[in-house]
């Protein structure tokens, strides 16, 4: 697939290996894992950033669409099988049992036992994001069931990436205090357990209003390149964009116009939260009625 150069990723600052491990960062050497599972819910489902429809047709970016989402956790998939294929190994193993609208309960009693089954020696465990919407978040219990997670999957002789969460801004500002005081807890289990970071709150270069959907809750596909990129970091390995440090951060546009500004946070209030709260009153998720895209490990082959 090609890619417009102006559209490449961009790593996030450099995010140590795990410090109980202290594995040196191996560049472009062969990726040393084989078998790779991602945990989550629609970040990591990868909306949206999608596939072309069945037929061959293209979905449309960076909105909601009936396309089965790509995400920063395929294209970190494409990025490692690909490294390892072009090193003489075997093509790396790759799950995605992610599901938008899960909650970091049912991410860990729905999805994480199925990964120990499998046993991988890669799991990116990232939830709690819808959690942290909610404004009565339970964080010491939202921070004991990762530790308790982080240590099992640790235990199995697995690798575990997490993610600090996003900064927000706008309306999702409202949430940076949780957030932040959340991402603070997964630095201190990363410490514990040897654990590797995704560090999504100092990303800068997804500050520009073109890596967000229209949702202003989810990446567009140049968002996600920007997160892969990242991860490749945070795992110790070289980004695929190599003329990118990740320091500087993305071009932003020009502020609207107050007027504009108001218009577009009612507009996207009324497309978008006001959906989100009814479900939450009827007491259902948009994931509800859906599996994951790639439920058992395969043979990984970028698409």
Known sequence: MSHDPDQLAAPASHVPAPVATSRPGIGRDAPPWTRYIALGDSFTEGLWD??????GSSAPAGTASAATQRGWADRLADALSRRRVAAGQGALEYANLAIRGRLLGQILDQQLPLA????????????????????????????????????????????????AGFT??????????????????????????????LDLWGMESIASPRMWADDRLHLTPQGHRRVTDAALVALGLDPDDEEDDGSAPAERTAASA??????ADAHWARIHVLPWVRRRVRGVSSGDSLTAKWPEPILWHEP
């Open 258 to 263: 107050r007027l504009a500004r108001a218009r």
């Open 50 to 55: 999608p596939y072309p429809y069945p037929d």
């Open 116 to 163: 120990l089954s499998a046993a991988p020696d890669l799991v990116s465990l990232v939830g709690g994001g819808n959690d942290l919407l909610r404004p009565h978040a339970d964080l010491e219990h939202l921070t004991e069931r990762i530790d308790d997670a982080v240590g099992t999957l640790r235990a199995a002789g697995t690798d575990v990436l997490l993610a």
């Open 168 to 197: 927000g801004s706008g309306p999702m500002s409202l949430t940076r205090g949780r957030t932040g005081a959340y991402n603070s807890n997964l630095w201190s289990i990363a410490r514990k357990h040897g654990a590797y970071v």
